[in-house]
């Protein structure tokens, strides 16, 4: 039995969870807000039905409720966490929708509303990277000042064949755009991709992770493919059904995928919650816990990273 101590805490690589302890010296827990935006690929500019993944939620189906103020949500969602456990501080993640699709005043008045609360440590804000004027950027660099502020990009894949499919509705030089401008303000940005879009082979897959690999981010998210109910993707995949991951052949590839990133990249998620009443496929996404001790198992047996060991 190994009972040697992984590098990086109680994970065999440079976790989320490991790199705000080594920061804060405690764990920090994210409180999702919905800070009652719409989308662009929603309200008729680029689109009216939305990506073609995208739940009703604008996936913020586990956010808080829009309608009570972002103070409200966050106290609502801190005396939730803190029935269960004692807890020290918070990611302020404004998750729902595009949050920063909005008149720049009200973006002024909710981020600083998140950033202000005593409890928050993080402001973390999902978004697109066409919804990034210079005078946005230039709002979240003068908060950065305060507190760190994290924005968190949807790219999914760097193919524009399956960009125009799920109807991503921007150009990969846009995302390169956002992040250049983002990273000349020193603001942390995270990379959503989504893994087991129809018509990506493993091959582009890695070509869409190891080219984030390559860029200048500070964190990603692997998202496995979710098929929700009531979205387009669904009604493609009921007419048309494509071959899903099993959980073998996921979390394989994950660990495949995670030889590609650098430590220097925290990784964010491995695999992804979707609301079980709305999922159609796959089911086996429902146990996350045993999605990720597969993940973990696997990575200790090959007990290798980016030629390192994992355990000393």
């Known amino acids: 039995m190994n009972t040697k101590q992984p590098l990086w805490g109680d994970k065999p690589y440079v976790s989320l969870d ?99 609360h005593p409890k928050v440590h993080i402001l973390s804000i999902g ?41 991503r509705g921007y150009p990969l030089s846009c995302f390169e755009d956002a992040l250049l401008r983002l990273r000349k303000e020193d603001l942390t940005v995270i990379v959503h991709v989504i893994l087991g879009l129809p018509g990506e082979p493993k091959e582009d897959m890695e070509a869409t992770v190891s080219y984030l690999a390559h860029s200048d981010i500070q964190g990603i998210k692997l998202q496995l493919l979710h098929i929700l109910k009531g979205t ?33 990249i925290a990784i964010h998620r491995l695999t992804g919650d979707g609301p079980s009443k709305d999922l159609i496929a796959p089911m086996w996404s429902t146990n996350k816990r045993s999605v990720l001790n597969q993940i973990h198992r696997t990575l200790k047996e090959q007990n290798t990273w980016q030629g390192r060991r994992f355990y000393e």
């Open 18 to 116: 490991y790199t705000l302890k080594q920061q804060y010296g405690h764990k920090v827990y994210r409180i999702a807000l919905d800070g009652g935006m719409t989308c662009p690929n929603r309200d008729g500019s680029l689109s009216d039905r939305g990506c073609i993944f995208c739940s009703a939620g604008g996936s913020g189906d586990f956010a808080g409720d829009r309608r009570l103020s972002i103070t409200e949500q966050l106290n609502q969602g801190i005396a939730n966490l803190e029935k269960k456990r004692p807890c020290e501080g918070y990611i302020a993640y404004f998750q729902a929708y595009t949050n920063t699709y909005a008149p720049l005043p009200y973006l002024r008045k909710i981020f600083t509303e998140a950033i202000s």
């Open 127 to 167: 978004t697109r990277p066409d919804c990034l004027p210079a005078d946005v950027v230039a709002l979240l660099a003068e908060l950065n000042a305060i507190k760190p502020v994290w924005v968190e990009l949807g790219l999914q894949t760097i193919h524009e064949a399956t960009a125009t499919y799920i109807r």
């Open 232 to 264: 387009d993707l669904a009604t493609d995949y009921e007419k048309h059904p494509f071959l899903l991951f099993t959980q073998d052949e996921y979390c394989d590839f994950i660990c495949h995928l995670l030889e590609l990133l650098p430590p220097t």
